[in-house]
């Protein structure tokens, strides 16, 4: 190749990278014209929702927290939650702000609200270390946490506690002709006998609400009294040759409130022995009394004076009137001295 058609190649390259290098600038000059700037960072326009409200940030970040940080929104992580996590790149144009269910705790005596993130009731209280086993939650265990819930654990305490009781005898009467009629003598004293019953008793929050028997046990059987009746007849002290006495008019009793006591003739009262008040009989005179109503008769001996209340003729223990009919109330009644 001659120096000639070398200088001429030269000359035809130069001026091909020249047309090259101004195609170029003129295109980078149409480019910025249209907005384009290859310097620019690009940016994107995110709402975050924050529960309440809505805030609209442009931003060029795509972390979560520096989103957030950079539109000045604190996020407490002890109850607050952010979608995406505050970790995460943001591939979509919104950040969901959640916070946790806050409910009120009530047990032992205390309340509380807390914010938690546990799935259920019973996962809360697990979480808050409540020992509930047993006892009475007010809500369903496996039902969601929301705001404004109130749980309520009453504790359940059962016990078992024994009580004493009596059993009582019963006593049984029987007649004797070897003692004078409206004498009576205990043959066998009654005795009451003894029964535990054990209860099962449960508590809420310290207060009963039930009681209910779980077993029975007698640990000392009752005996039962025998009391002879005397049915011998004696003759009465009045003079020979008198008229038989008989009487009718209104019989009453002694109430339990004069067991005990001192008779007109100084005895003390017994409401079991066959006895009678009289106002005019002697001391130990033994009497017929029939309950005309019902005809029923039992012999008494007069052992003090009345009765003292205007048409009654006679007073009669409670265990005389029981035997006639006349307990409790008032009768009819005739009285005969027995001969």
């Known amino acids: 190749m001659t120096g000639t058609q070398r200088n001429a190649r030269e000359k035809a390259l130069r001026i091909s990278l020249l047309s090259v290098?101004?195609?170029?600038?003129?295109?980078?000059?149409?480019?910025?014209?249209?907005?384009?700037?290859?310097f620019t960072e690009s940016t994107m326009l995110v709402t975050i929702f924050t529960g309440d409200d809505?805030?609209?940030?442009?931003?060029?970040?795509?972390?979560?927290?520096?989103?957030?940080?950079?539109?000045?929104?604190?996020?407490d992580p002890e109850f607050q939650r952010t979608i995406p996590?505050?970790?995460?790149?943001?591939?979509?144009?919104?950040?969901?702000?959640?916070e946790a269910p806050k409910v009120a705790i009530r047990v032992d005596g205390e309340e509380w609200e807390v914010y938690s993130w546990a799935?259920?009731?019973?996962e809360l209280l697990i979480e808050q270390e409540i020992d509930f086993d047993g006892d009475l939650v007010n809500l369903p265990l496996g039902q969601n946490l929301m705001t404004g819930l109130e749980i309520e654990i009453t504790r359940v305490e059962t016990e078992l506690i024994e009580k004493?009781?009596?059993?009582?005898?019963?006593?049984?009467?029987?007649?004797?002709?070897?003692l004078n009629a409206g004498v009576q003598r205990v043959q066998t004293e009654a005795r009451d006998g003894k029964k535990v019953v054990t209860y099962e008793v449960t508590y809420h929050d310290g207060e009963e609400v039930s009681r209910e028997i779980v077993a029975e046990k007698v640990v000392q059987e009752p005996v039962t009294g025998v009391v002879l009746r005397g049915t011998r007849t004696v003759a009465s002290r009045s003079n020979p040759g008198s008229k038989p006495f008989v009487q009718e008019g209104i019989a009453s009793y002694y109430g339990d409130k004069f067991h005990g006591n001192k008779t007109y003739f100084g005895e003390t009262y017994d409401m079991y022995a066959m006895t009678a008040a009289h106002l005019t009989l002697p001391h130990n005179t033994m009497v017929k009394v029939t309950n005309l109503n019902n005809n029923k008769s039992v012999v008494v001996r007069i052992n003090d004076r009345g009765p003292h209340i205007d048409g009654r003729i006679i007073d009669l223990s409670k265990a005389a009137a029981r035997e006639i009919g006349v307990y409790p109330g008032l009768a009819n009644v005739r009285i005969e001295v027995v001969q």
Do not use: C, H, Q, W
Not at 23 to 31: A, D, S
Not at 119 to 122: D, G, V
């Open 119 to 122: 799935e259920s009731i019973e």
């Open 21 to 38: 290098a101004a195609v170029f600038l003129v295109g980078t000059i149409t480019l910025f014209a249209a907005g384009f700037n290859p």
């Open 164 to 178: 004493e009781f009596a059993l009582a005898a019963d006593t049984t009467y029987r007649n004797d002709s070897s």
């Open 54 to 75: 809505m805030i609209e940030v442009e931003t060029s970040n795509t972390v979560v927290a520096e989103i957030l940080e950079e539109a000045e929104v604190a996020i």
């Open 85 to 98: 996590e505050l970790d995460a790149e943001l591939d979509v144009n919104y950040i969901v702000i959640k």
